[in-house]
């Protein structure tokens, strides 16, 4: 499960009231800012030779929801 939060005085505050037992062993990967080049970011057009694929937005939602039903 992943969970949401932000930065207060050197701590993660999660979101939606989120609570995890203490000791509990996190991943905290930063969010960057959107305004960010998003050609520049290394996993940018990597579908683009894929024929099998069509619409890459269609393919993206499609992959989501399998994701969703496995968890």
């Known amino acids: 499960m992943t969970y949401r939060g932000i ?4 701590l993660v505050v999660l979101q939606d009231d989120a ?5 509990t062993l996190v991943d905290v990967t930063p969010v960057s800012d959107t305004s960010e080049n ?19 937005a269609e393919a993206s939602l499609k992959l989501r929801r399998q994701v969703e039903l496995r968890e």
């Open 38 to 56: 998003l050609a520049e970011l290394p996993a940018f057009g990597i579908w683009r030779d894929r024929e099998d694929l069509g619409d890459s």
């Open 7 to 10: 930065m207060s005085k050197g």
């Open 19 to 23: 609570v995890l037992p203490d000791g």
